[in-house]
């Protein structure tokens, strides 16, 4: 992923990136589990601040509530 990042920086394009952060995803919870939106891992946070330096703009979408009317 970096490298696109980079190739974009050197050819004058802005990058952003949008953590869709799903623990599920990264091996942090079951499948089951997969309702939980957090789970806090020193790993995955090292990874993304890394890639942190290449971008633009960095966004996270917020996770809104199930709610019954």
Same mark, same amino acid.
């Given at each position: 992923?970096?490298? /696109?990042?980079?190739?974009?920086?050197?050819?004058?394009?802005?990058t /952003?990136?949008?953590?869709?952060?799903?623990?599920?995803?990264?091996?942090?919870?079951?499948?089951?589990?997969?309702?939980?939106?957090? $789970?806090?891992?020193?790993? $995955?946070?090292?990874?993304?601040? /890394? /890639?942190?330096y290449?971008?633009?703009?960095?966004?996270?979408?917020?996770?809104?509530?199930?709610?019954?009317?």
């Amino acid at each position: 992923m970096l490298n /696109s990042y980079e190739f974009a920086k050197r050819n004058g394009t802005r990058t /952003s990136l949008d953590i869709d952060y799903r623990p599920v995803l990264w091996g942090l919870t079951g499948k089951a589990e997969g309702e939980n939106r957090f $789970v806090a891992n020193d790993k $995955v946070t090292e990874h993304l601040q /890394s /890639s942190c330096y290449a971008l633009d703009k960095i966004c996270h979408a917020v996770t809104h509530e199930k709610r019954t009317v």
